[in-house]
């Protein structure tokens, strides 16, 4: 069995840690709003109406009102985008 010199060893390496640095890169810095047309995408929600209340946050996730069918209701930040792809407005009715 024939060894590979260090050299090569190091640069795989480097080669690799590369494109695992870049994937995740990738993964975790998604241009927000770069979806469908007309899809709100994640700026929406920060433009929304938050609670300052110490209620406003739950879980670790801020609270967004939206106009729902008529009514003002609030829903964590994660769901604000689909209401808001059903036709709900931001803010209260």
């Given at each position: 069995m024939t060894r590979v010199p260090r050299s090569t060893r190091i640069a795989?390496?480097?080669?690799?840690?590369l494109v695992l640095v870049l994937a995740i890169t990738a993964?975790?810095?998604a241009a927000p709003g770069k979806g469908k047309p007309g899809d709100p995408g994640k700026n929406a929600t920060k433009a929304a109406q938050k609670q300052?209340?110490?209620?406003?946050k739950q879980y670790g996730k801020t609270k967004v009102t939206l106009c729902h069918k008529g009514k003002a209701i609030t829903v964590g930040?994660?769901?604000?985008?689909?209401?808001?792809r059903h036709g709900d407005?931001?803010?209260a009715c």
């Open positions: 795989l390496a480097s080669v690799l840690a993964l975790a810095g300052s209340s110490p209620s406003g930040a994660p769901a604000a985008k689909a209401h808001l407005k931001l803010g």
